[in-house]
């Protein structure tokens, strides 16, 4: 039997088996529409779809099922990770029209071949790029999926990409619409292709964009950040080294910020000593952004990982990973960004306990914990079995029981001043945002099974911690009812990841 304190009440995870990237992250006529690529059968078939989530709040969510799965011949051993874009004005009746831009995923295309032919780098896979509109019924919110239209193939691609180009960032400026491709250059290393386009279905090749060092050997899920008049290219790189200080997964995804007065529009070349990674956290890759009605710009990340040596269903859940609680960015004057919990979440806090230096109890398992003046040393440790600690000038996570890390290790940063710290538990997923959202971790714990929660906090300041409603469970009971064990052509085909 699974442990029921790992179960998450305000975390996004699918209904039931697997869940990576956030995709199509958007707000369309006022609802939010957050996708996720979802495998019915990992990591047997390995098969991608995008499942959906509706909101009206960030806070209460409806699953919408998988309305996007392999249907065409270009798509059919999964449709991989993308974006919307909502076209102002070209829906019926002059209304907003909202667009979805994806990879099609096709493995060993050529007839007559073994599998066994391919390297599926250079050669044996194709990535296309579709886009097709999702229609809106104003009733339920619920998105149905037009015709797919394939926009750019391989022999589209410039040459010297291999086969891997993928997930399409579509944006709009100077009114062309903008295309940011993720892909791995021949010689192996990581890079952009930038396309442009006046229709948003008809696009031409701009540039290229790469380090001047070779900086992974892929870069995927790329993003464009646009704040108080700077462009930031974000990107999931593959292949960075493990350093005793920074990269400590296996992929770490980060930002490049481009230097004042240059847009990444007119960039070829970007400095790889800039890259600063989103997250220390044991559990986040391939994170994706998008500006919501109120201007903000908002990052989700996938609080998982894969390829790595820890696991992140111990114990017979039926469901893998999650995302991150929506986070708003904001710009420091360094030119950081600050990631901060979006504000609605505090909507769901109880009556606050306060702590000083000492123990407190929290009722259930989901909890904010803020430590809002903090000075010098010290630790909050969660039922004995989890600690977020600032030693030495380190600020980590530490695994007290073995149990709960399933293979997780202890890990920290340097950090010259620790002044604040919020730290959200939500079952088997917590973050920690320190020194206003510039550090931030998210790692699964699986915690003991416990009804609630207790806190010891050596730190000499005070503290609340809010116990915080669960707005999931019920909309997870019903969703796995409903989600589909799909069968789709080609579905049960075994193929080469
Ligand atoms: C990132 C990624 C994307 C790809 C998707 C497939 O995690 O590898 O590049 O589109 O996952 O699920």
């Known amino acids: 039997m699974p442990n029921r304190?790992?179960?998450?009440?305000?975390?996004?995870?699918?209904?039931?088996?697997?869940?990576?990237?956030?995709?199509?992250?958007?707000?369309?006529?006022?609802?939010?529409?957050?996708f996720y690529q979802y495998d019915h059968d990992w990591p047997t078939v390995d098969q991608k779809a995008w499942g959906l989530f509706s909101s009206p709040d960030l806070l209460h969510w409806t699953y919408q099922g998988v309305p996007l799965q392999p249907s065409i011949a270009e798509d059919r051993h999964g449709v991989f990770s993308g974006s919307a874009?909502?076209?102002?004005?070209?829906?019926?009746?002059?209304?907003?029209?909202?667009?979805?831009y994806y990879t099609g995923n096709v493995v060993a295309p050529v007839a007559g071949h073994s599998p066994k032919d391919f390297d599926y780098v250079y050669a044996g896979r194709e990535q296309n790029t579709i886009t097709c509109v999702a229609e809106r019924d104003p009733e339920t919110g619920a998105l149905a999926m037009g015709a797919r239209q394939v926009l750019l193939r391989n022999t589209d691609y410039p040459q010297d990409?291999?086969?891997?180009?993928?997930?399409?960032?579509?944006?709009?400026?100077?009114?062309?619409?903008?295309?940011?491709?993720?892909?791995?250059?021949?010689?192996?290393?990581?890079?952009?292709?930038?396309?442009?386009?006046?229709?948003?279905?008809?696009?031409?090749?701009s540039?290229?964009?790469?380090?001047?060092y070779a900086f992974?050997?892929?870069?995927?899920?790329?993003?464009?950040?646009q704040l108080d008049g700077r462009d930031y290219l974000a990107i999931s790189p593959q292949g960075l080294p493990r350093l005793q200080d920074r990269w400590f997964n296996r992929w770490t995804p980060g930002y490049f910020e481009l230097p004042e007065g240059q847009r990444l529009l007119d960039t070829e070349v970007i400095d790889e000593r800039t890259f600063v990674q989103w997250d220390f956290g044991h559990d986040f890759y391939a994170p994706q952004t998008f500006v919501d009605d109120a201007g903000r710009t908002i990052?989700?990340?996938?609080?998982?990982?894969?390829?790595?040596?820890?696991?992140?269903?111990?114990?017979?859940?039926?469901?893998?990973?999650?995302m991150t609680v929506p986070r708003v960015l904001t710009r420091r004057s360094d030119g950081r960004l600050l990631q901060n919990p979006v504000p609605e979440l505090e909507a769901l806090r109880g009556t606050a306990t306060c702590f000083d230096n000492g123990g407190a109890r929290i009722g259930g398992r989901l909890a904010d914990i803020v430590l809002p003046h903090l000075e010098g040393e010290g630790s909050l440790t969660?039922?004995?079995?989890?600690?977020?600690?600032?030693?030495?000038?380190?600020?980590?996570?530490?695994?007290?029981?073995?149990?709960g890390s399933a293979g997780r290790q202890d890990r920290s940063i340097p950090l010259d001043e620790l002044r604040d710290l919020r730290v959200l538990v939500d079952g088997s997923a917590v973050e920690v945002y320190a020194n206003g959202g510039a550090e931030v971790f998210a790692s699964r714990w699986f915690c003991p099974e416990k009804d609630d929660l207790t806190l010891a906090c050596s730190f000499s300041a005070a503290g609340s911690a809010y116990p915080m409603q669960n707005t999931m469970v019920e909309m997870y009971e019903t969703a796995a009812a409903k989600a589909p064990d799909l069968e789709l052509p080609g579905w049960n085909e075994t193929v080469p990841h």
Not at 13 to 24: C, F, M
């Open 5 to 34: 304190s790992w179960e998450v009440g305000f975390h996004l995870r699918s209904p039931r088996n697997w869940l990576n990237d956030p995709n199509g992250l958007c707000q369309f006529e006022g609802t939010y529409y957050f």
């Open 85 to 100: 874009f909502v076209e102002r004005g070209a829906g019926d009746d002059g209304r907003d029209q909202l667009r979805l």
């Open 161 to 205: 990409c291999s086969c891997h180009v993928r997930d399409p960032k579509v944006w709009e400026q100077d009114g062309k619409r903008r295309m940011l491709l993720g892909a791995r250059h021949m010689d192996t290393h990581g890079m952009c292709l930038l396309y442009e386009s006046d229709d948003g279905l008809d696009w031409h090749f």
């Open 207 to 212: 540039h290229t964009i790469y380090s001047d």
């Open 216 to 225: 992974g050997f892929v870069w995927e899920c790329p993003n464009i950040v």
């Open 299 to 322: 990052l989700v990340g996938w609080m998982g990982t894969f390829d790595d040596h820890y696991s992140s269903v111990p114990d017979g859940l039926d469901w893998w990973h999650c």
């Open 382 to 403: 969660l039922d004995d079995s989890f600690q977020v600690f600032y030693e030495g000038g380190r600020l980590g996570l530490r695994y007290l029981d073995e149990r």
